[in-house]
């Protein structure tokens, strides 16, 4: 009668949002204030004023039927030229317009690239841990996907495991970085040590393997960190790019896909893409805010609360007993939890009202992410809780 599998997404919310709804319905028993919630990765920082001056200032100077109607499906082209300047600039690398496609944010592009991309039988490789809904984006395209243990010294790339998990079926490589849930970011070695593989691999099995970028997070780094541009290093990269967190903004969806001249096939390429939006009802990304990101491409949030709360919370972890890998960008701590079960330990820490997300659903078991893009007091009247957690499992 139905598709048991829609079904099934449609019925069984994300972990993340069941744990954030069930924040929200703690906060009316007890009060806001006394709530930990470091489920969902919300930007807490406000939107450069730049992006609320440019709302104004396109609604006062431009007709109606161009601030509100249809674009073609690429996207506005005066957008794409400009967004594709602006890439340019920062980059060193050599788009124009033909070489985006506008969407509705990262998630939007990434699974329209999955559905361009996947034929019967390919598989998809992502490293754990993973942005849990790579999953059913791969899934519901047919194909398959494979997961590479994480490597929890650093949470870099354990380069065996990653060489034993590709065949001949393999489609393309997930690259997530600055990571979320680790926060950490991918170091030019690791780069230059993938691609190298993924060169040899191609030659080995005469087919195109893709890397697919996945970056709404690249320019929330720390410390002078720099997050390599993919395009510079493997030709047969497709870049997939969100604004909601860079400008904070992710109610309003808007991002794109970056495919360069250089990929194999290009024309195919991009013109699967445009019938994967096409079969996904993707028909053009939000009108309004094609013409606000153009005005504000190289604009960015202040970046810098979420390193005063990730340095916070990170050493007040720490001083509590857990283990965890730095984060070097994005906002989340993903620290072991401290039990094997971390479904268990995440249900304890609901007893302090803390709200942390089991690391199983990010493809590492024992560990747990907490998202800090959250007030900075909600992270200092937490840390006394975290402490008294930590105190029951030394009893």
Do not use: W
């Not at 985006?100 to 490789?125: C, R, Y």
């Not at 890397?211 to 002078?224: A, F, H, Q």
């Not at 013109?271 to 939000?286: E, F, M, Q, S």
């Amino acid at each position: 009668m139905i598709s048991e599998k829609m079904y099934e997404l449609g019925t069984k919310k994300s972990t993340i949002r069941t744990i954030y709804e069930y924040g929200r319905m703690r906060a009316a028993e007890v009060g806001e204030e006394n709530i930990y919630d470091f489920s969902l990765g919300n930007p807490n920082v406000p939107s450069p004023e730049g992006v609320k001056q440019s709302i104004f200032d396109i609604l006062n100077e431009m007709e109606p039927c161009a601030i509100h109607g249809y674009t073609i499906a690429p996207g506005d082209p005066g957008v794409r030229e400009t967004l594709a300047a602006s890439i340019n600039k920062r980059f060193g690398t050599k788009l124009t317009g033909k070489n985006l496609f506008m969407t509705a944010g990262a998630a939007a592009a990434i699974t329209i690239v999955f559905k361009a991309l996947s034929e019967p039988d390919d598989e998809f490789i992502a490293f754990a841990p993973f942005f849990p809904e790579y999953r059913c984006f791969v899934e519901s395209t047919g194909a398959k996907l494979i997961v590479v243990p994480a490597h929890p010294v650093d949470f870099q790339i354990d380069f065996a495991a990653f060489e034993s998990c590709i065949t001949k079926n393999t489609k393309a490589v997930i690259v997530n970085s600055p990571n979320n849930p680790s926060g950490a970011v991918y170091s030019e070695n690791t780069i230059k040590k993938l691609v190298a593989i993924l060169a040899a691999k191609e030659q080995e099995y005469a087919h195109p393997i893709f890397l697919i970028s996945d970056e709404p997070y690249r320019e929330i780094v720390y410390d002078g960190i720099e997050v390599p541009y993919l395009t510079k290093y493997y030709m047969d990269t497709i870049v997939c790019y969100s604004y909601s967190k860079s400008l904070s903004m992710p109610g309003e969806r808007i991002g794109y896909i970056a495919v360069p001249d250089e990929i194999t096939g290009f024309g195919k390429v991009y013109g699967a893409i445009a019938g994967a939006g096409r079969v996904l009802t993707h028909v053009n990304a939000p009108s309004l805010f094609q013409q606000v990101i153009a005005r504000c491409a190289d604009m960015t949030s202040d970046i810098s609360a979420y390193e005063k709360n990730g340095k916070l919370l990170y050493n007040g972890l720490i001083e509590a007993g857990f283990t965890c890998v730095k984060p070097q960008g994005a906002f989340y701590l993903f620290p072991k939890a401290l039990e094997d079960d971390d479904y268990a330990f995440c249900e304890r820490a609901k007893k302090y009202d803390l709200l942390l997300v089991p690391g199983t659903d990010f493809g590492c078991p024992g560990y747990f992410r907490a998202s800090y893009c959250i007030k900075l007091e909600t992270i200092e009247k937490s840390l006394p809780f975290f402490k008294k957690l930590a105190a029951e499992y030394e009893k």
